[in-house]
C-alpha cells in the first residue's frame, strides 16, 4: 500500500487507446490535472502507473514527473 502524499493530486491509471496515441493526449490530460490540482491548493502531482510502459515513461519524463519507487502486485490462483 502506498502512503498518501499530504497535499498532492493523484493521477491513476491514466491511458489513451491506441488509435489516438501519439497525439499528445496523454501530456494534455495531464497539464489540465496538474492546472486542476493547483486550482485546488495542491502543491504535488502524483501518478500511479504501470512502469512497463517506455512511451508513457517518456510522456512522464518530459512532464517533468521523477520515479520515486516501483511497487508490484502479485495474483495467485486458488483451488
Known sequence: M???AKGAGWA???GVHPDWRRQGL???LLAEAMRRFRAEGL???MLDVNVN????QRVYRRMGFVRV???ASYRKTIS
Open 26 to 28: 496523454a501530456g494534455s
Open 69 to 71: 519507487g516501483r511497487h
Open 43 to 45: 502543491s504535488r502531482a
Open 53 to 56: 510502459n517506455p512511451q508513457a
Open 2 to 4: 502506498a502512503a498518501i
Open 12 to 14: 491513476v491509471q491514466l
